[in-house]
């Protein structure tokens, strides 16, 4: 087990429901668990409950484009006044595509992460639908997904977030629930990496944690504030670290910084290579700060919310000596074992830059005894730069369609080279293209062309020619096409192996 693990301990008893599944047409709902327990299980009860909540709860800060948040899953009695401060930081009335939901799992042990796609979930406010289609197609595109029931039958860390949406949601909603079982970072990035398409304004991410478990009030209000700082720094490796450093002070009775680690990092892994998005804390709770509550052995609560920034210009992109030595080293390391066994290796991500992570085009290009041997590019990717690097490292060597495939026996002879494009720019007018200083790139119905900054400096065209040339040779729509296309300007970093 991970050393981040929580214990399995319950601070309510927990009783199986006779009927956990129950078959309604084609599919196989999953009926309240933790009904009665961790909330009240009438209907009229529940609404009381959810109102006086949303009452005490910290208001709306007004919070444009919110894109995930960070809430608890205790019993209501507890937790709920701060999962509410969560949730009403939403707007109530957007039309979400998705909310997908990550819980951790605390009855079932397993890798990976089970998404629920049988049947829709139920709670004593109704029914709240599940996109199956999607969680399917999820289930079979990656392998680290599986759509085991058994980790929902009786997990209250997705079912307690439902009746908040179903309280305050004033257009319809469906969910994807995801009980993350793993314990292991490197896994949780993974999942991250493939929910990252997902990760926009359209959808909306809950990432269902309670914070420390189990040590006296004064501690927990310090753990928790370590681990909330590690989540707002934006970074896995803080975070990371931080539930390390937590772990180290020998704090009595503290089984976890946070029961729902596993899926704080799957989230940061999308936001940290993203610099228009912001995390601020909203507001920090224990179950010692409750009437019911025990000092001596608490639970800790944050609510953090994670939105587009607004009014915020990307900063400049920039790469460091250590980061352009790390992308070479990547690269090399790459072409080796691609070389040899056709597989791209696995990335220790724990030291990467957020500028490595930050989503962005690249070539690659191969010479031997100083002739080109290959060279492939790419633009518009949601992909890390380091993980670019990679695919386009293993494109020039195996799918250059002007030569052979690259031989084993052939790496050493290799020299690497890497142009790093910076992020597309739109721009209106010519006046703003800065001829050999900046590339372009041309769109228009549906043909797309590129002229790296150098083609400038090896060519001599003016920039109505090196337009042209772009339009004609590259994209195919003729010598004036670029005149009613979309353009888009980059600066090319490029460096290479000595």
């Known amino acids: 087990m991970n050393r981040f693990a929580p214990s399995i301990l319950l601070l309510a008893l927990f009783l199986a429901p006779a009927n956990p599944l129950h078959s309604q047409g084609s599919g196989i709902d999953r009926q309240p668990a933790v009904a009665g327990q961790f909330y009240p299980a009438g209907k009229a009860d529940l609404n009381n409950m959810l109102a006086a909540l949303y009452t005490k709860a910290t208001p709306s800060k007004g919070i444009r484009e919110v894109l995930a948040i960070i809430c608890p899953h205790a019993g209501y009695i507890f937790s709920g006044d701060v999962a509410a401060s969560s949730y009403n930081q939403i707007d109530p009335s957007k039309q979400y595509d998705n909310i997908f939901i990550l819980g951790p799992s605390h009855y079932v042990g ?52 439902l009746p908040f949406l179903q309280c305050i949601m004033k257009a319809h909603f469906r969910i994807v629930p995801i009980v993350i079982g793993t314990q292991d970072p490197e896994v949780c990035k993974r999942i991250g990496e ?41 970074s896995t490796a803080r975070f990371l670290e931080a539930l390390q450093q937590n772990e180290s002070r020998g704090i009595p009775n503290l089984a976890t910084s946070a029961c729902g680690w596993a899926g704080i990092v799957t989230l940061l892994s999308m936001t940290e290579s993203d610099p228009m998005v912001e995390l601020r804390a909203i507001v920090s709770k224990n179950s010692g700060d409750s009437e019911y509550g025990d000092t001596s052995r608490v639970v800790g609560y944050y609510s953090i919310v994670i939105s587009r920034a607004q009014h915020k210009d990307p900063p400049p992109f920039r790469l460091s000596e250590k980061d352009k030595s790390r992308l070479l080293s990547i690269s090399r ?41 290959g060279c492939i590019g790419q633009f518009d990717t949601k992909l890390p730069l380091y993980r670019i690097v990679q695919q386009m490292t293993a494109a020039a060597a195996m799918r ?8 084993p026996e052939e790496v050493s002879a290799l020299n690497i080279e890497i142009s790093v494009l910076t992020p597309l720019k739109r721009i209106s007018s010519i006046d703003e293209f800065h001829l050999g200083k900046e590339g372009i790139y041309l769109r228009k119905e549906g043909h797309t062309g590129t002229f790296l900054p150098e083609v400038a400096t090896e060519t001599g065209w003016t920039k109505e020619e090196f337009l042209g040339h772009c339009a004609q040779d590259k ?24």
């Open 110 to 161: 397993f890798d990976g992460a089970s998404i629920y796609d049988e049947g829709n979930f139920i709670t004593p406010l109704g029914t709240v639908e599940v996109n199956t289609g999607l969680a399917k197609q999820l289930v079979q595109q990656y392998p680290f997904f599986s759509d085991r029931t058994d980790a929902h039958l009786h997990e209250h860390s997705i079912e307690v977030q």
């Open 333 to 373: 390391t790459t072409l080796i074992q691609y070389a040899e066994s056709g597989h791209i290796p696995d990335v220790d991500t724990a030291d990467l830059s957020s500028a490595l992570r930050r989503p962005c085009g690249a070539f690659v290009t191969l010479r031997k005894h100083d002739e080109l041997r």
């Open 400 to 407: 250059d369609p002007r030569f052979e495939p690259v031989q």
């Open 194 to 234: 493939a929910l990252r398409p997902y990760f926009n304004t359209k959808n909306l991410f809950i990432i269902s944690s309670d914070f420390s478990h189990y040590p006296d009030y004064r501690n927990a209000r310090i753990v928790d504030k370590a681990t909330a700082d590690g989540v707002l720094s934006n």
């Open 475 to 498: 994209a195919g729509i003729g010598w004036n096409g670029w005149k009613d296309a979309e353009m888009f300007t980059y600066e090319a970093i490029v460096f290479r192996e000595e």
